[in-house]
């Protein structure tokens, strides 16, 4: 079996195993593997195998630079919150008083909510307000 062969059965085969582990790593082998096959079979570094493994090596190592900033935004796309956590930062009105170191309610998006004032004060029936936080199933407000 020629050095080529090799190089594109090794590279189909890390290409076989990033498949079953999506983590970036194996493909660039792979890419490095295959793209070395095909440079040997242009004609170049055929019976040097320290150069073929330099290349690889190089071809790899670059993949993997290209392929980790692939990896960041397929990562790191920004997420929404949900739940009780996409509260945050959203506005509605008093509909009971919010005592002075004590809670009232809020309507909030059409759902009515237990809440305390961030600073502790009072907070009249009938006034903005936006969610700071969350506390167990209080909100934690201030007038807006």
């Known amino acids: ?9 090794i590279g189909i085969l890390f290409i076989i195993v990033e498949i079953f582990d999506p983590a ?7 890419i490095g593997a295959l ?5 040997l079979i242009s004609g170049f570094a055929v019976d040097i195998v ?4 330099v290349i690889f090596a190089i071809i790899s190592f670059i993949a993997f630079l290209f392929m980790r900033k ?3 935004k397929f990562y790191n ?27 009232g309610y809020v309507k909030i998006g059409g759902e009515e909510w237990s809440a305390v004032a961030e600073d502790g004060s009072a907070i009249e029936e009938g006034e903005k307000i936006i969610v700071i936080g969350l506390d167990g199933n ?5 007038k807006n």
Not at 35 to 39: A, D, V, Y
């Open 1 to 9: 079996m020629e050095a080529w062969m090799i190089w594109i059965l």
């Open 24 to 30: 970036f790593f194996f493909i660039s082998l792979g």
């Open 35 to 39: 793209l070395t096959g095909l440079i």
């Open 50 to 53: 320290w150069l073929q493994i």
């Open 70 to 72: 692939v990896a960041r």
């Open 77 to 103: 796309s920004p997420q929404t919150e949900t739940n009780v956590f996409a509260m945050k930062g959203k506005t509605g009105h008093v509909t009971k008083t919010i005592a002075s170191e004590g809670k």
């Open 138 to 142: 209080k909100v934690i407000v201030r």
